[in-house]
């Protein structure tokens, strides 16, 4: 892993961050100055070999190759603004390469994919918006915003990736099972009491199992990959992705949707630019030729549009928890059903009154309810960090 990280920045992020409630942790770069307690904690845990889901935010502001050179170009000012700018229209590209590839072994549908591509696009924006002339705090809140909508991008890769792992234990369960089915036709066949057909379903189903692990083994390496990329730890580094916190529907009950409508629209980040642009979205020809009152109005008129459609994403986002709240709740009833049943299964194996492949089956219907409770799980908590996201300011994919 790349060490040369900005200490002075993440110094005073993660005194926010990872230690509140202390006393401020102390600039390990400034001359005389030894790093404190709390700060050479927070280095170690960041510098370990396991990625924590609460780790992605720094991560990526002090590892990631083209936010820490954007941070470094605001710190010094040593760079005009025109070259800040670049700077974000570097990290744009190369977020929508990285993009690029996840869709590429993904699908461009996968859930993770399109988060993924519609903050490469917000970066894109973003980043042809900035005016080479505002102040460095403008600059360094830019960043920021660039920063959050990796980081949501980010979360989502996280929650792809352990909901591709539950996933692999089902069909690698189902590969097993495959591979004693045909054993045993095999052997029928041997001793003349099974068809070819039999012996060739057999194959077609192992062959489907082997295409179906390879697929999910494929979009694992490539989240692996990219989240690693974000956050500066080597491809083929030893690196531990660590687990998405569980969902919480509790705090369901104390989301506000009419006041967190109005929030969403106020931290938007491209209604900010839209109101503080001077065309809203027009293009340069078109703001140099269009009369005052008559752009002004266009303006409105977008902006209004605008904060309309994001008020129905922020329903549309709200409807999604209560729907994967019910989902979860559901699969959290078959997931106990499938246990008593597993339980009961492993006894019936002891008393010699199951087959062993009537017990792996068994077995396969357990881990299938497993499987389904943890992605419930994993697809209420993204539904609630996408709200949550979307209230902070980051425009979510709300499909």
Same mark, same amino acid.
């Given at each position: 892993?790349?060490?040369?990280?900005?200490?002075?920045?993440?110094?005073?992020?993660?005194?926010?961050?990872?230690?509140?409630?202390?006393?401020?942790?102390?600039?390990?770069?400034?001359?005389?100055?030894?790093?404190?307690?709390?700060?050479?904690? #927070?280095?170690?845990?960041?510098?370990?070999?396991?990625?924590?889901?609460?780790?992605?935010?720094?991560?990526?502001?002090?590892?990631?190759?083209?936010?820490?050179?954007?941070?470094?170009?605001?710190?010094?000012?040593?760079?005009?603004?025109?070259?800040?700018?670049?700077?974000?229209?570097?990290?744009?590209?190369?977020?929508?390469?990285?993009?690029?590839?996840?869709?590429?072994?993904?699908?461009?549908?996968?859930?993770?994919?399109?988060?993924?591509? !519609?903050?490469?696009?917000?970066?894109?924006?973003?980043?042809?918006?900035?005016?080479?002339?505002?102040?460095?705090?403008?600059?360094?809140?830019?960043?920021?915003?660039?920063?959050?909508?990796?980081?949501?991008?980010?979360?989502?890769?996280?929650?792809?990736?352990?909901?591709?792992?539950?996933?692999?234990?089902?069909?690698?369960?189902?590969?097993?099972?495959?591979?004693?089915?045909?054993?045993?036709?095999?052997?029928?066949?041997?001793?003349?009491?099974?068809?070819?057909?039999?012996?060739?379903?057999?194959?077609?189903?192992?062959?489907?199992?082997?295409?179906?692990?390879?697929?999910?083994?494929?979009?694992?390496?490539?989240?692996?990959?990219?989240?690693?990329?974000?956050?500066?730890?080597?491809?083929?580094?030893?690196?531990?992705?660590?687990?998405?916190?569980? #969902?919480?529907?509790?705090?369901?009950?104390?989301?506000?949707?009419?006041?967190?409508?109005?929030?969403?629209?106020?931290?938007?980040?491209?209604?900010?630019?839209?109101?503080?642009?001077? !065309?809203?979205?027009?293009?340069?020809?078109?703001?140099?030729?269009?009369?005052?009152?008559?752009?002004?109005?266009?303006?409105?008129?977008?902006?209004?549009?605008?904060?309309?459609?994001?008020?129905?994403?922020?329903?549309?986002?709200?409807?999604?928890?209560?729907?994967?709240?019910?989902?979860?709740?559901?699969?959290?009833? #078959?997931?106990?059903?499938?246990?008593?049943?597993?339980?009961?299964?492993?006894?019936?194996?002891?008393?010699?009154?199951?087959?062993?492949?009537?017990?792996?089956?068994?077995?396969?219907?357990?881990?299938?309810?497993?499987?389904?409770?943890?992605?419930?799980?994993?697809?209420?908590?993204?539904?609630?960090?996408?709200?949550?996201?979307?209230?902070?300011?980051?425009?979510?994919?709300?499909?």
């Amino acid at each position: 892993m790349n060490m040369n990280r900005r200490k002075g920045l993440m110094a005073l992020s993660l005194a926010a961050v990872m230690t509140a409630g202390s006393t401020a942790v102390a600039l390990a770069d400034e001359p005389g100055v030894v790093p404190g307690e709390a700060y050479t904690e #927070a280095m170690a845990r960041l510098q370990d070999s396991h990625m924590e889901y609460d780790e992605l935010t720094e991560l990526i502001k002090n590892y990631y190759a083209p936010i820490k050179s954007a941070y470094s170009m605001i710190d010094t000012m040593e760079e005009d603004q025109g070259s800040i700018a670049t700077a974000m229209r570097v990290v744009a590209d190369d977020y929508m390469s990285q993009a690029d590839q996840l869709a590429d072994v993904l699908g461009s549908g996968n859930p993770a994919v399109m988060q993924v591509v !519609g903050g490469a696009r917000m970066l894109r924006s973003s980043a042809g918006s900035m005016d080479r002339a505002i102040e460095r705090s403008k600059s360094s809140r830019s960043v920021d915003r660039q920063v959050n909508m990796i980081v949501s991008g980010a979360e989502t890769l996280m929650n792809q990736y352990e909901y591709y792992l539950a996933q692999r234990t089902v069909v690698a369960k189902a590969l097993e099972i495959a591979r004693t089915a045909q054993a045993i036709q095999q052997t029928m066949q041997a001793q003349g009491l099974a068809v070819d057909a039999d012996v060739l379903s057999a194959a077609a189903q192992l062959s489907s199992a082997k295409s179906q692990l390879e697929s999910i083994d494929a979009g694992i390496d490539q989240i692996y990959k990219t989240l690693c990329y974000y956050t500066g730890w080597d491809k083929g580094a030893d690196t531990v992705i660590g687990p998405v916190p569980a #969902a919480d529907p509790s705090v369901i009950g104390t989301l506000d949707l009419a006041s967190d409508k109005e929030t969403a629209v106020n931290n938007n980040y491209s209604l900010i630019s839209m109101r503080s642009g001077s !065309g809203a979205g027009m293009s340069d020809f078109q703001v140099r030729t269009t009369k005052g009152m008559t752009q002004k109005a266009n303006k409105m008129r977008t902006v209004d549009y605008s904060e309309d459609q994001l008020r129905s994403d922020m329903q549309t986002l709200y409807d999604t928890i209560l729907e994967k709240n019910a989902a979860y709740d559901s699969a959290s009833t #078959a997931y106990q059903s499938a246990q008593l049943t597993w339980n009961a299964a492993q006894i019936q194996r002891q008393n010699g009154t199951l087959s062993q492949i009537q017990f792996m089956q068994q077995e396969l219907a357990y881990l299938q309810a497993q499987s389904g409770f943890k992605c419930a799980d994993l697809n209420l908590q993204q539904a609630l960090r996408n709200y949550q996201w979307a209230v902070k300011g980051v425009s979510v994919s709300a499909g």
